[in-house]
């Protein structure tokens, strides 16, 4: 294995920011810390980092600890932190190659990185003068200069467009191919589901589940959506009777309805057609899968972006 | 570890020189301020003393007694009725002392004088007797009194004036006494804004804690920011001393070995001290609080711009403990007074024992995250 981790805890004065926190990542590995903002991802991968030193517990990193072998693991690690400002008037090429100087690195190997992170073209330009999504890619760029075994990535596209999301996405998968061992931070359900096979919900400090996204959604719940909302009453017993309905809700406060079914293609005609009888117009209607959102909000009674 | 260290301190250079107003403020505005006060100090020119005379008559209230028309001790008369009568008197070095003379009321007068129009205001005659009216703690006021008694009491003006021969050798100007104290203000800055408040801006941009998340030695890094703004300050007091040398003809009496020995001593407290200061430091406020109440202390008490030995005898011990006091007596009596090695040993052993301790402490608490 190359992560082992036993009942970590941490707490800052009254905020217990990590509880009780037991984890183990294998090799070549990508694991997915799902969680909204304050639900201690950050403070628990900092621990795994050496950024910042557990209450209680113990981490293992091929089989060493930071007590001792703190020099040894920094070479092994790549990560990125959550916001790191780099310098500002150091262009691209000079960054890479003052933290290449770190690890004893050629200047050649700088130039690779350029290329892998796909900032040939900004090579020369201050870091003053990249877009958000270019200093996040400069910030991997640095986390990968020394071709570590394990990457961790703290929230790499929070606050970045779509596309600038995809392709540090793209930049990752290709990177994961290489065999290194990926954990990454996120509250985006679309970027654990897309780049790790295994997923970690947490949240206040504790982890909720774990597994693949097939796995959890096996695990922790059935069905999928038709949410709807209308203009009358619907016969609530005849909902219920509807073949397929697993359960039924409504929001007083959005006025939407939502029925969990067991297949949306058998179960939504026959809903239609009830509507349909019962003189009622449809104003909206959504059908979709569960995911894994729905099954956070389950878990913890908060959704993934709060 | 010269290969990082090497490293390190090209990327600070590339930082420093690529930002202009920092540049502005290392190597510019030291100059600037010792060319404004060199010249502000140095280039008098003939001093002008403008005296309130009061008419203790309401028939003559606007006009000025006859008296100071006979010009017993002045060499000449000017009168113009805008600006009143002027006597000029005495003459020394291409100098003179002048005397602008304007009628007022009494309350025209008080009201001049505290507006700083005047030096003082006077009643009466000289065979009757003058009544000055002035601030006896001004120290024009006083000096103006002063010079007037003496060039009324002179019976003409063939009689000589007293002679003042200004002392203009090398060490005695006020430019002697201000270049040194820049010097040492300029590696105080140098230290505390330079290290110190780089170290805490690295902090608050997390840059800091992604450092130490490296192979990186901590101590590597501290030395390369000492080491950095070591080398820049020695080019700012390089280029401070060219210009005063060259523009005021300021030379250096003393041993330059004994100069290199004071400069890195002090740069050796000031390093310590910007390290202590900014070992905790996590924003801006608490940052510039910080650095602003070490300096600005020593920027008032110890001495650079005037002399220290004008506060309460009581302060003195305790100015001259100041890092910045030791600094700039020890550059100032190499530069002026040509002061021995071996006068400059205490100091700089104090100056390296606060560093060593201030480094010792800050790196204890010093936060990298």
């Given at each position: ?306 | ?38 010249i502000a100090f140095a280039n008098k020119g003939n001093t002008l003393h403008t005296v ?19 010009k017993s001790g002045a060499d000449s008369t000017k ?7 002027e006597w000029q008197v005495g003459e020394f070095n291409g100098k003179q002392t002048r005397f602008r ?18 030096s ?19 120290t024009e006021?006083s000096l103006t009194f002063l010079l007037l008694e003496k060039a009324f009491s002179l019976k003409s003006s063939t009689e000589p004036f007293s002679e003042i021969r200004t002392i203009t050798m090398p060490g005695s100007r006020y430019i002697d ?193």
């Amino acid at each position: 294995m190359t992560i082992e981790i036993r009942n970590l805890c941490k707490s800052f004065k009254d905020v217990k920011a990590v509880q009780n926190v037991n984890l183990i990542v294998e090799s070549g590995e990508s694991v997915a810390l799902l969680g909204p903002n304050g639900a201690g991802k950050t403070t628990l991968v900092e621990m795994i980092e050496g950024v910042q030193y557990p209450d209680s517990g113990e981490i293992h990193i091929l089989d060493r600890s930071w007590e001792k072998d703190e020099n040894i693991l920094r070479k092994q690690i790549g990560i990125a932190l959550q916001e790191t400002r780099f310098l500002e008037r150091l262009t691209v090429e000079e960054t890479l190659n003052l933290f290449a100087s770190f690890y004893s690195l050629e200047k050649k190997r700088t130039r690779e990185v350029i290329e892998i992170i796909q900032l040939e073209s900004k090579r020369t330009t201050w870091v003053l003068h990249l877009s958000g999504g270019q200093r996040q890619r400069l910030a991997l760029g640095v986390a990968i200069l020394h071709s570590p075994q394990i990457l961790i990535l703290d929230e790499p596209t929070t606050g970045l467009d779509p596309n600038a999301r995809r392709d540090l996405w793209k930049i990752l998968e290709n990177f994961k191919a290489t065999g290194t061992t990926l954990i990454l931070t996120t509250h985006y359900m679309e970027e654990a589901q897309y780049l790790c096979e295994r997923i970690l919900m947490m949240d206040q400090g504790k982890l909720l589940a774990e597994g693949s996204l097939k796995d959890l959604l096996d695990k922790f719940g059935e069905g999928d959506f038709i949410e709807y909302t209308i203009d009358g009453i619907l016969p609530v017993e005849k909902v219920e009777k509807i073949p397929g309905v697993l359960n039924r809700s409504w929001d007083e406060n959005k006025e939407v309805g939502r029925l969990t079914v067991k297949q949306i293609s058998k179960t939504l005609p026959l809903f239609l057609q009830l509507v349909e009888n019962s003189s009622i117009s449809l104003t909206s209607l959504e059908c979709r899968r569960r995911t894994l959102d729905d099954l956070f909000l389950a878990m913890s009674g908060r959704r993934l972006d709060d | 570890m010269i290969k990082i260290l090497f490293t390190l301190i090209l990327s600070q250079f590339k930082i420093f020189f690529r930002e202009p107003g920092v540049v502005f403020w290392s190597f510019g505005f030291p100059l600037l301020i010792a060319w404004i006060l060199g010249i502000a100090f140095a280039n008098k020119g003939n001093t002008l003393h403008t005296v309130a005379v009061v008419n203790e008559s309401q028939d003559t209230i606007y006009s000025l007694p006859e008296w100071l028309f006979e010009k017993s001790g002045a060499d000449s008369t000017k009168y113009n009725p805008e600006s009143g009568l002027e006597w000029q008197v005495g003459e020394f070095n291409g100098k003179q002392t002048r005397f602008r003379f304007k009628s007022m009321n009494e309350d025209e007068a008080t009201i001049a004088l505290k507006r700083g129009k005047i030096s003082l205001w006077l009643m009466g005659n000289p065979a009757a007797g003058i009544k000055y009216h002035f601030d006896i703690d001004n120290t024009e006021s006083s000096l103006t009194f002063l010079l007037l008694e003496k060039a009324f009491s002179l019976k003409s003006s063939t009689e000589p004036f007293s002679e003042i021969r200004t002392i203009t050798m090398p060490g005695s100007r006020y430019i002697d006494f201000l270049i040194p104290g820049l010097m040492a203000m300029s590696i105080m800055n140098a230290c505390l804004w330079g290290v110190g408040w780089s170290l805490i801006d690295l902090r608050i941009k997390k840059l800091l804690r992604r450092m130490v998340a490296t192979p990186l030695r901590k101590s590597l890094f501290l030395v390369s920011h000492v080491l950095n703004r070591m080398i820049l300050s020695a080019a700012e007091l390089l280029l401070l001393y060219g210009f005063a040398y060259y523009y005021f003809g300021i030379i250096i009496q003393g041993s330059l070995l004994a100069l290199l020995i004071v400069f890195l001593s002090g740069y050796v407290a000031f390093a310590g001290i910007a390290v202590l200061i900014s070992c905790r430091a996590q924003n801006t406020h608490s940052g510039n609080g910080l650095i602003n109440f070490v300096t600005l202390p020593m920027f008032v008490l110890s001495g650079i711009f005037f002399n220290y030995q004008k506060f309460p005898d009581w302060v003195t011990p305790y100015v001259e403990l100041l890092p910045l006091t030791m600094l700039a007596n020890s550059l100032r009596g190499i530069i002026t007074e040509g002061i021995s090695l071996y006068d400059v040993i205490l100091p700089s052993i104090g100056l390296v024992g606060i560093g060593y301790v201030c480094f010792v402490l800050g790196l204890k608490f010093f936060y990298w995250h």
